[in-house]
């Protein structure tokens, strides 16, 4: 299916719930996994496989293309612009120092979604103008990203009053502290372990949703 840019730009600004995955070769379960997600309520997901080599993250983005269109959800692919294109992503996320969003957005077009990795209130402030979402975290340490250091949930709440695209918070929130995080002013999230790694990944995806509030845009 399809989407043009204001399409996915249009989805992007209804998304709270951005789930960030593996390929699950371990488990084997990837399509059965993707469709429960998705079907209790995730908007937007996300391959992310830093060692894979191309033709592999190809493979797997099509189980993932065909279970975003099942759902009407958005599908991104991290860090390779090309792959992106090859997979016929909705987005393309880049960090900070990957390649920079001015040649991401040149290699992906005007159609596609960029995102970018947010630690600081510098990286929010300097914001590409081709972005059309940031992170803000990680608002806790995580095994995801053990080598940056945790925010806290200032930045959660500085990025509620200074960011103006849609952002989402980042980093260690699972069910258990997800309320803290939208007392911060955290209207967005990220996940990978609280729900990649949850003995129901349905259950822990509405008991996120449930604390997140509506969004009125």
Same mark, same amino acid.
């Given at each position: 299916?399809?989407?043009?840019? *204001? %399409?996915?730009? *249009?989805? !992007? ?13 371990d488990k084997h379960d990837l399509p059965a996994f993707l469709d429960e997600i !998705? ?16 033709? +592999? ?16 959800? !958005?599908?991104?692919i991290n860090d390779r612009a090309d792959v992106a294109m090859a997979c016929e992503?909705?987005? !393309?996320?880049? @960090?900070?120092?990957?390649? =920079?969003?001015?040649? $991401? ?5 005007p159609e596609m979604i960029l995102g970018l990795s947010g630690h600081s209130p @510098? +990286? ?7 972005? +059309?979402?940031?992170?803000?975290? =990680? ?9 940056? %250091? ?18 989402? $918070?980042? @980093? ?21 372990? $609280?729900?990649? %790694?949850?003995?129901? =990944?349905?259950?822990?995806?509405? %008991? ?10």
């Open positions: 299916m399809a989407r043009t840019g *204001e %399409e996915r730009r *249009e989805r !992007l600004h209804a998304s709270r719930l951005y789930v960030v995955t593996d390929a699950r070769e !998705l079907g209790a309520g995730v908007d937007i997901v996300q391959l992310r496989e830093k060692n894979a080599e191309a033709g +592999d993250i190809i493979r797997w983005s099509r189980v993932f293309r065909k279970a975003a269109d099942r759902h009407g959800a !958005l599908f991104t992503a909705d987005g !393309l996320h880049v @960090g900070q120092n990957d390649l =920079p969003a001015q040649w $991401a957005r040149r290699i992906v077009g @510098g +990286d929010h402030d300097n914001m590409p103008v081709e972005v +059309d979402y940031v992170t803000a975290g =990680p608002v806790w340490a995580t095994p995801t990203k053990p080598d940056r %250091e945790a925010t806290g949930l200032e930045l959660v709440t500085r990025a509620a009053h200074k960011v103006h695209l849609p952002w989402f $918070a980042i @980093g260690g929130i699972d069910g258990g502290n997800v309320r803290q995080v939208v007392r911060a002013g955290g209207r967005r999230i990220v996940i990978v372990r $609280a729900v990649t %790694e949850a003995d129901d =990944p349905v259950y822990a995806v509405k %008991e996120l949703l449930s604390a997140l509030p509506k969004l009125t845009q």
